[in-house]
């Protein structure tokens, strides 16, 4: 799957791994309401092209999806400070 690495020179590697180094920081950087986006961005850095069929759950299986994911922040990093901004589109 990533044979394309082996013909690139030392130069075409490093800014390959300077590019991921960036999308992952981007990544790592969400917060708020940002952590619950879809991110079809970092997944077209990938070399193979594909339409990945997201499947969305119905809204009570996705609801209780978001509320279990926002306890696992209250868990992993319960030292995280708080907002009460609302979410602007």
């Not at 309401?33 to 070399?47: E, F, R, T, V």
């Not at 209780?64 to 319960?78: A, F, N, P």
Request: charged letters at 30%.
């Amino acid at each position: 799957m990533d044979e394309d690495l082996d013909t690139q020179s030392r130069e075409q590697l490093i800014g390959e791994i300077k590019k991921l180094r960036s999308a992952i920081r981007e990544h790592r950087d969400a917060s708020g309401h940002d952590l619950c986006w879809h991110h079809p961005g970092l997944w077209s850095l990938l070399p193979e092209k594909s339409d990945p069929r997201v499947v969305v759950p119905d809204w009570p299986q996705f609801m209780r999806g978001c509320i279990k994911y926002r306890q696992s922040l209250d868990e992993q990093i319960s030292e995280a400070p708080r907002s009460t901004q609302e979410f602007q589109a």
